[in-house]
Structures are given as structure tokens and as C-alpha cells.
């Protein structure tokens, strides 16, 4: 499903490149679940931007279902994260303002027209999260645990062939993360491919497969 090949990344910054990715080669299969774990600066979260169209490679190639990524242009990538992509974040990202129904129901705004269902589909992703009784509710009025699960809800809302997780646990204590991550694995076993990053060996080990990244390179 997905193939990179000699990735890298640099940034310019006060006249000198930085380099973060250097020649990274990664596969993963349909229905794996894959950790890419690294101390922080080693380039995890970088690699997974790339990997889930949010950011482009400095060099190197990279295709999605047989499809080339790297090049694309800004719609095309937007097109492809709508229909293909979840993603959740360490942050949670949802907007204070709206319930956590329409927090759920906002990828349907950025992927084409206005779908009829999105309200229903969102209700169905919250439901599966165990978030059911939540619906109206505002970021403000749940607890940490509760806003990753909306977060996760969102991410698969669209039905996406994959999530990208970064750091899904980093702002959760321990009995809550462990819950995150048994939902995450229970979205893998329904068929939904999981890539996820991750500075933390115990959630790395929850993986199928896992994957180390030292100075933007994988361990041998």
C-alpha cells in the first residue's frame, strides 16, 4: 500500500540546510500495524507528515496504492488525505467551539460537496468509540481520554484506508493511554491499516511490526 523510497527532508534555516530524513526506505502492507519509534528530533513525526500527504519530500519517492505522492500538486494531495487519510495528533485538534458531533462531522466540509449522511456517519464513528452519549458536548466538557476518542472517531468518520497516529498517548496518563491504544488496536484488527510514531517503547511494542529512527535514518 505504501512504498517510499530514499525520503529525505531538509529545512534552510539562518543560511545553513538542516537535515531531518536522510534516505529513508519504507514499506507497509494493507492491514499492518507499524510503529516508527525515535527519541524526540530523530524525524518520526516528519516521516509520518510525508506519509500522509501533509508535507512533500525534499527528495526521494513515494507512492500511495501504486500511485505517486511526492509530486502531486496541493489539491491532489488535499483530495487524496480526504478520501484515504485519518490522522490523530498528541493535540487532540478539535475546535472548542463545536460539539464534538460537529468536531466528528468536519472532514466531510473539506472533502467535496456536502454529504446528507455526515451527520449520521459521525454519530456512528462517536457510537463506535464509545462516545455515543457525548454527542452534544464541547472539547471543554470531556476528559483527556474522551477527546483522543474523539479525535480517533474523526479520523475514521471517512472510513480511510489509513490512520496516522502521532504520539496518540503523549498527553494521556497511563491507564487512559493503554485504552487509547487497545482502540487503535481494535481499528487495526477491522481491517484499518495503522501507522503510528511514538518515543515510547511500551506503545511501540503494541505493534505488529516496529521500525526505529536515529538522526532522520532507520536502525539497521
Known sequence: MIRARAIEKSYAKAGHVIPVLRGIDIDVERGEFVAIAGASGSGKSTLLHILGALDSPSAGHYAFGGREVAGIDDDARSRLRASSFGFVFQGFHLLPQLTILENVALPFLYGGPARPDATARARRALERVGLGHRLGHTPAELSGGEMQ???????IVVEPEVVFADEPTGNLDSGT??????????LNRSG???VLVTHDAAVASRAHRRMHLTDGRFDA
Open 149 to 155: 476518542r474523539a479525535a480517533i472517531a474523526r479520523a
Open 177 to 186: 493511554g493503554a485504552q487509547v491504544l487497545d482502540l487503535l488496536a481494535e
Open 192 to 194: 484499518t491499516t495503522l
